[in-house]
Structures are given as structure tokens and as C-alpha cells.
């Protein structure tokens, strides 16, 4: 099985809505356990691991892919 990919900052979309009706969270904290923030109500919710991998469904905006590169 693959590993998902995801960063600080990044904002996921969960499998099940936050109960504002909200499913998108930004990824605010991350270690063992990783703290996410609801986009809807800005409340957060610290979440271990491997818990937040399982209800993770993906990645919609990515900090890396925002980011770019300075023209001269």
C-alpha cells in the first residue's frame, strides 16, 4: 500500500465532514500525533497518525505546488 503524501500546511479532505458540515482541514502540527484545523470553523483537533492517515481521503491544495519559483 502507498504512503499518502502531505506537509504542514497542506489542506486535506477528510472522509467524514467536521460537524460544521466542513470536510477540508489544514494540517497546523506535525509529529506522532498531527493537528489539523477545519476550514469551516477554524477549530482544531489533534489526531494521531496513523488515525488522520486512515481518514485522510487526499491532498487538495498543497503548500509545495503554491510555491513558485521567483522569474528574473
Known amino acids: 500500500m502507498e504512503r499518502k503524501v502531505f506537509q504542514l500546511g497542506d489542506i486535506v479532505q477528510m472522509k467524514k465532514p467536521h460537524p460544521c458540515g466542513s470536510n477540508e482541514m489544514e494540517i497546523i502540527r506535525m509529529g506522532m500525533d498531527i493537528r489539523i484545523k477545519c476550514v469551516g470553523c477554524k477549530h482544531s483537533v489533534l489526531v494521531p497518525r496513523a488515525k ?7 491532498v487538495l491544495r498543497s503548500v509545495e505546488s503554491e510555491i513558485q519559483p521567483a522569474s528574473e
Do not use: G, Q, R, S
Open 52 to 58: 488522520f492517515e486512515k481518514n485522510m481521503k487526499k
